[in-house]
Each structure stands twice: as structure tokens, then as C-alpha cells.
């Protein structure tokens, strides 16, 4: 996701940003995780435990000035 901003500045423009990587991992980091039963012909019907596989994606912010004469 990016958001933007320009504005005017003497003879030039300016403009400020953000960029965000991977929201939906910043927001709630059990999102986008893989759950899966180890062994699932050895677990009885009713009782699956669910086994978390991986860590949450990395999240990254962006910040940023950019200046054109």
C-alpha cells in the first residue's frame, strides 16, 4: 500500500510518502499462517490438534521526502 501527498514548494514540488509491505501481517499476525494436523491418519475424528506452521510474515513501513526544482 502507498499513500501520497505532493504539494508546491517555491519553484518546485514536494511530495511525502508512505509505504507499507505485508498490512495484513502489521494488523494481526496470525493471519496468512499455514495450520495444518501432524499425522492426520493417526488423529482420532473430533480430536485434530492444529499445528502452527511458519511465523508471521515481516512487516516494513516506508517513509520518504522527494523534492523536484
Known amino acids: 500500500m502507498k ?4 504539494f508546491s514548494v ?3 514540488k514536494a ?3 508512505m509505504i507499507i509491505d505485508n498490512l495484513t501481517s502489521l494488523l494481526n499476525d496470525e493471519w496468512g499462517v499455514l495450520r495444518k494436523v501432524n499425522f492426520p491418519n493417526n488423529v482420532p475424528p473430533g480430536n485434530q490438534p492444529e499445528a502452527r506452521i511458519g511465523d508471521a510474515s515481516l512487516s516494513e513501513i516506508r517513509l520518504g521526502v522527494r523534492y523536484e526544482f
Open 3 to 6: 499513500v501520497e501527498q505532493e
Open 10 to 12: 517555491g519553484p518546485g
Open 15 to 17: 511530495s511525502v510518502f
